[in-house]
């Protein structure tokens, strides 16, 4: 009869045999002492030219990851002033790879609201999110923010390809240092 079919799994429109279960853990866990060595290397795989070209991104500067002073953190608070920064640093020509990269996904991830694809771009580590740096550059295609807090290795690993090109304040820098016990500058 009526509607009887949706709670038998072999019939046609009837439920699914083993759906996923919302209270699962998604993610896999990892040790501890495993994640801090896998970001510590993810860290030191942002300084090598060779590999952050490997992963796609373009930029001219010879010496990575690119640190900037404190004073820029709070000076820059427009997207446009984070443009012409980055222009004059050498970094823009990546953004605009970003952009020229987005398109429409293939397949039924469409349906599922995830239409666009944008390739990553650059990482802004920054002392914390309401500094105005954080605030100009969220709007920028494939750029992501983070503070020494809240890194991860999908920040900056993603798609577990290390050598993200990365943008690190002088403090955030300092606060990274001081977490991961190593050398400050």
Do not use: C
């Amino acid at each position: 009869p009526n509607g009887t079919a949706r709670f038998v799994v072999s019939t046609r429109k009837g439920h699914a045999a083993f759906p996923p279960r919302p209270d699962e853990r998604i993610h896999e866990e990892v040790n501890k002492k495993e994640r801090v060595m896998a970001i510590i290397s993810a860290l030191a795989a942002t300084s090598r030219p060779e590999l952050v070209r490997e992963r796609g991104h373009v930029f001219t500067p010879s010496r990575l990851p690119v640190i900037i002073v404190d004073e820029a953190e709070s000076s820059i608070s427009k997207t446009i002033q984070v443009r012409e920064y980055l222009e004059k640093i050498g970094l823009w020509s990546d953004v605009e790879r970003s952009m020229d990269g987005m398109g429409i996904r293939a397949g039924r991830g469409k349906m599922r609201g995830r239409t666009y694809v944008e390739p990553r771009s650059i990482l802004f580590i920054v002392s914390s999110y309401s500094v105005p740096l954080a605030k100009a550059v969220r709007n920028l295609p494939g750029v992501d923010i983070a503070t020494p807090g809240n890194l991860s290795i999908l920040h900056l690993a993603p798609g577990g390809v290390p050598g993200r090109l990365t943008v690190i304040s002088m403090k955030a820098l300092n606060e990274l240092a001081s977490k991961y016990r190593v050398r400050p500058l």
